[in-house]
């Protein structure tokens, strides 16, 4: 706060853009930011990201809106290195940097959403950065993959968002109320929603549970997360391609922006088609499947593995019939999956152990040679 019995005002000019409010600044971001206003640096956040490049929305005093700066994100020369810059990030840009203005530091994250890459590197893949909310988009035009809903969920408590799932396409489902009671039991503590952006049954309650906080938009591709990010702008931001009619899936293309301000004060994330989501850590798979941790730790032993051994509560849950048998096969191949994901890590980052202690060795031989 400003202190009024100080006569000098502050240097430095408030770096609260009223621009970037609209696109969850923060009081706490004012306070990160003060340092690098005073570098000269100038606030944005990144709207979309790619090979070394990124769309950066910053204040536009003019308009009291915001405007896009094409910048580069490869490190500036003295700055710290800038990790995977991604959509969603707040940064300090260098306008004067020539040829193009430059990305010159990151602001730590409240929150990121990562993906095992598709590449052979199990490396974390960043998809987004400061989401307090997932929405998950899960289509109501064919059945439900529970287990599907059960790995998106795990991802958004992993990213340390809240995750909440929104049913679309209600118009075309009958029996929308049956169909989130399953979701719900598959997903303990996540609000479920039934929506449609055809009909707008139940959006209201979606904008309302938004609120102003940030939200990325995640789902299988043809589940109407393009349809449904139109609806919550209120404006054409995707393009929605007709359904193929076998298959249900929609095609769209999308804008190049993926980070959009919603009419009532959020900020909504639509990032490219979410596909084939694995897990990186495992907090959000002990999050995802609570009840079966819980029930593990009614087990007589504490390492049970809940397959053969006496006074185990997991399989006695399974034979009562309050641990549904589909919920328990979900969460041992999703704990095998991230057993594989560690390993894989695990190997990588032995590699990389084993050739930094060659080049040291290589590098004590060089010294101690004439
Ligand atoms: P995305 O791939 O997740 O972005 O899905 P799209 O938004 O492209 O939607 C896929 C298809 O579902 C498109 O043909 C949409 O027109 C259709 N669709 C989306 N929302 C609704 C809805 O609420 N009701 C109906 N009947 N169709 C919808
Ligand atoms: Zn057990």
Redo the contacts with the bound molecule.
């Keep these: 706060m400003f202190d009024a019995t100080s006569a000098v005002p502050p240097a430095v000019p408030p770096a609260a853009p009223a621009g970037l409010s609209r696109y969850g600044w923060t009081a706490e971001l004012d306070r990160l930011f003060a340092p690098l206003a005073e570098a000269g640096l100038t606030p944005g956040r990144l709207a979309r990201v790619d090979r070394g490049r990124a769309d950066v929305l910053v204040a536009d005093p003019e308009t009291s809106g915001v405007r896009t700066i094409r910048a580069d994100t490869r490190p500036i020369a003295g700055a710290e290195t800038v990790e995977n810059p991604c959509t969603g990030d707040w940064v300090a840009l260098d306008l004067a940097a020539q040829p193009l203005p430059a990305v010159g530091a990151l602001l730590p994250r409240t929150t990121a959403i990562v993906r095992k890459s598709a590449g052979k590197a199990s490396e974390g893949q960043v998809l987004a950065a400061n989401v307090d909310t997932v929405l998950i988009?899960v289509s109501l035009?064919v059945d439900p993959d529970l287990g599907r809903v059960e790995r998106f969920v795990a991802l958004a408590w992993e990213s340390g968002a809240q995750p909440l799932v929104a049913l679309?396409?209600?118009?075309?489902a009958p029996d929308a109320e049956f169909i989130r009671e399953d979701v719900e039991r598959a997903a303990p503590g996540v609000t479920v929603l039934v929506v449609?952006?055809?009909?707008g049954a139940g959006l209201d309650e979606l904008r309302a549970a938004l609120g102003t906080t940030t939200t990325a938009l995640i789902?299988?591709?043809?589940?109407?997360?393009?349809?449904?990010t139109n609806a919550l702008t209120g404006a054409e931001v995707?393009t929605?391609?007709?359904?193929r009619d076998a298959d249900?899936?929609?095609?769209?293309t999308t804008t190049t922006r993926e980070l959009f301000a919603l009419p009532g004060g959020g900020v909504l994330i639509d990032t490219p088609?979410l596909r084939g989501v694995g897990l990186y850590g495992g907090e959000g798979l002990a999050h995802a499947f609570a009840e079966i941790e819980e029930l593990g730790e009614r087990c007589r032993f504490q390492d049970c593995s809940h397959t053969t051994e006496p006074g185990c509560a997991v399989r006695a849950a399974l034979a009562d019939g309050t641990l549904p048998q589909r919920r328990m096969e979900s969460y041992l191949k999703l704990q095998r999956e991230n057993a594989w994901i560690a390993s894989r890590t695990d190997a990588r980052l032995a590699a990389q152990r084993a050739r930094l202690w060659k080049l040291r060795s290589k590098g004590s031989r060089d010294r101690v040679r004439p």
């Design positions: 988009a035009a679309t396409k209600a118009d075309l449609s952006a055809g009909t789902g299988q591709s043809g589940a109407g997360k393009s349809t449904l995707m929605v391609q007709r359904t249900q899936k929609g095609r769209h088609g």
